[in-house]
């Protein structure tokens, strides 16, 4: 079976909510994480990564958390935009440059 | 926008064609990797180029083959193509050097096989 997966396939919120969006791995040895955005029509777009030496990174309104004792890492998004509204897609280096692992994929809908 | 781009955006084929699909890279990148995404799923893993030789292969059978050019450019080839093989087809470009660089991702051909 697939070693990224989500809890919630869809994550409904309203406009200026904070949104997390959660995913759990399987693979103890995957060193490298990255959070994808993916709006109809386009391809995934880079969000945030983070590298398995660290808990917690921030960047622009979005914090990822990583939790290698129980493998799980989640998407934090602050004061969710209507723009945010895609699907969201966790992702994992099991190992060999630039080969991901993706997830199902979470869809984030926001209301305004 | 990345800078990665494909075409054509969208193809109809039908069961037992081929199929050529193309990716040019964001500059300065020397890597490419294709996916594959279904209808509803993520992303899966076909293979990756890098100096012009496959660097690392998903679980995908030898009718899916590809190319990289000397400008980093890539195509994706599909024989003998089946209904299942209809989906998205994402190409991404990185530039290798240290590891765990990002991927930027293209907009993707959507293949249909009818």
């Known amino acids: 079976g697939e070693s990224v997966g989500l809890h919630l396939p869809t994550l409904s919120v309203q406009e200026g909510d904070n949104s997390i969006i959660n995913c759990a791995y399987s693979n103890s040895a995957s060193d490298y994480f990255i959070w994808y955005k993916q709006e109809s029509g386009k391809g995934p777009q880079f969000i945030i990564d983070?590298?398995?030496?660290?808990d917690k990174r921030q960047g622009q309104r979005v914090t990822v958390l990583l939790n290698k004792t129980v493998k799980h890492l989640s998407l934090q998004i602050a004061a969710t935009q209507p723009g945010d509204s895609a699907v969201y897609f966790c992702a994992e280096n099991m190992g060999g440059y630039s080969t991901l692992t993706f997830g199902k994929g979470t869809m984030l809908l926001v209301s305004p | 926008e990345t800078g990665v781009t494909q075409s054509p955006t969208h193809l109809i084929k039908t069961r037992g064609q081929q199929v050529t699909l193309r990716c040019s890279s964001q500059s300065g990148h020397n890597t490419v990797s294709w996916y594959q995404q279904a209808l509803g799923q993520g992303p899966q893993f076909i293979f990756q180029?890098?100096?012009?030789?496959?660097?690392g292969r998903g679980n995908f059978p030898p009718r899916f083959s590809g190319l990289q050019f000397p400008n980093y450019s890539s195509e994706l080839n599909v024989n003998a193509l089946e209904l299942d093989d209809s989906a998205l087809y994402l190409c991404a470009s990185s530039l290798r050097g240290r590891q765990n660089e990002k991927l930027f991702f293209g907009s993707g051909t959507q293949l249909s096989v009818l």
């Open positions: 983070i590298r398995s030496n660290m």
């Open positions: 180029y890098y100096r012009e030789e496959e660097n």
